[in-house]
């Protein structure tokens, strides 16, 4: 009997920290090959390791001064891929931080650091 129970709970376990790694991680993002260029748009592309509610889903642009300003974001060709449209920007330090809802509801924030270059 003792036996029986110690195995049920090691099943709740093992099936609990299975839970633990449902959230949407960025596995790539496209500014990995290119940094955005001085005053020209560019359209970056994240890759989560699960599926996205876009509508629930924020990314925002962190400027200095930590000014943020909500971006338009959209559904990328594959399945976890959001495509973040960037504006026009200034040389300098920026990040990107997202707020992006799993399919199974877990939140997960996060910053992306990245320059602009000449």
């Given amino acids: 009997m003792k036996q029986l129970l110690q195995i049920n709970l090691l099943l709740l376990t093992l099936g609990s920290v299975g839970n ?9 993002h496209s500014l990995k090959i290119e940094q955005p ?7 970056v592309e994240l890759t989560f390791n699960s599926k996205i509610e876009l509508g629930l889903s924020q990314v925002y642009l962190v400027s ?3 000014k943020h300003t909500l971006l338009t974001i959209s559904k990328g060709v594959k399945q976890g891929n959001v495509v973040v449209d960037i504006p026009p920007l200034s040389l300098g330090e920026y990040a990107l931080r ?3 809802f799993a399919a199974d509801g877990h939140l997960t924030e996060d910053l ?3 320059s602009v270059t000449p």
């Fill in 20 to 28: 633990l790694y449902a959230h949407a991680v960025v596995t790539d």
């Fill in 112 to 114: 992306i650091h990245f």
């Fill in 98 to 100: 997202y707020k992006i």
């Fill in 37 to 43: 260029k001085a005053n020209q748009a560019k359209k």
């Fill in 64 to 66: 200095k001064g930590d």
